[in-house]
């Protein structure tokens, strides 16, 4: 049980845990809702925990500062063989926004996007491609 001690110090603790399954049909409330719920992730200090438990074990709901749908696509680049991305190209590419990656590591989405300009250029072409175009 020593293992689940973080859920102590998780942000979403005394928050309605509906808010982290949205189940409408209206895509613009759930999407408000998803917005909602990754503000609560976004400043959660065991984030990393959660999110590593939620790859492991929770299919639906956001947890760990992503839908089940980007939990999906992360676990999918996770056990593809060869080198390992880095977390916050993971997180691109599972859907977040260069924003979103900027406020989870402190920097600007510009600093991202030139991140993203090092990579081998496949690889920033997908990650370009995947926040909508131009970086900037």
Known sequence: M?????????ACRGVDPELFFP????????????????AVCRTCPVREECLAEALERLPHGV??????????????QRDRPGPRKPRWLTLLEAGSSQPEVAA???VSARTIARWAARLPSELAAQSTTAQGGDPR
């Not at 293992?3 to 102590?8: E, I, S, T």
């Not at 409408?24 to 809702?33: A, G, N, T, W």
């Not at 760990?64 to 676990?75: D, I, N, S």
Request: charged residues 40%; hydrophobic residues 30%; positive net charge.
């Open 2 to 10: 020593a293992d689940r001690n973080w859920r102590v110090q998780a």
């Open 63 to 76: 947890a760990g500062g992503m839908t089940e749908h980007e939990r999906r696509r992360a676990r999918t």
């Open 23 to 38: 189940e409408s049909s209206d895509e613009p409330l759930v999407r408000k809702q998803v917005a909602a719920a990754k």
């Open 104 to 106: 989870e590591y402190g």
